[in-house]
């Protein structure tokens, strides 16, 4: 359904309203802004590509495309279906693709 095999996660449950509920507590352009600081700040190399690690819904990333060559990551499918959405222009990864990326390498 979601493009990638269900794997419980905390959010499994909460995914609908994942954004409903962060979206009073976060503001995500400040910290997408803050984000793109500290890696211009630290970074080294010219690279422009990131990898958002547990992206969940994709809202940061709507930000960070603008900056970089982006990829989000999560474990969640409900998530991702909903990141996907948002951000149709990024690669969204999913466990089932990281896991058998793993295996491959031996791991």
């Known amino acids: 359904m979601f493009g990638d095999s269900v794997m419980p996660t905390p959010f499994s449950r909460s995914g609908a309203y994942y954004d409903v509920i962060y979206a009073t507590k976060k503001n995500y352009a400040a910290e997408a802004d803050r984000l793109y600081k500290l890696i211009q700040r630290?970074?080294?190399?010219?690279?422009?590509?990131l990898l958002d690690v547990a992206c969940g819904t994709?809202?940061?990333?709507s930000f960070l495309r603008r900056k970089f060559e982006v990829e989000g990551l999560d474990l969640d499918p409900k998530?991702?279906?909903?990141?996907r959405k948002r951000n149709p222009r990024v690669r969204f990864?999913?466990?089932l693709k990281i896991r058998l990326g793993l295996e491959s390498l031996g791991a």
Do not use: P
Request: glycine share 16%.
């Open 42 to 49: 630290y970074k080294k190399s010219r690279g422009r590509a």
């Open 79 to 83: 998530l991702l279906y909903i990141a």
């Open 93 to 95: 990864l999913g466990w």
């Open 58 to 61: 994709g809202v940061h990333i």
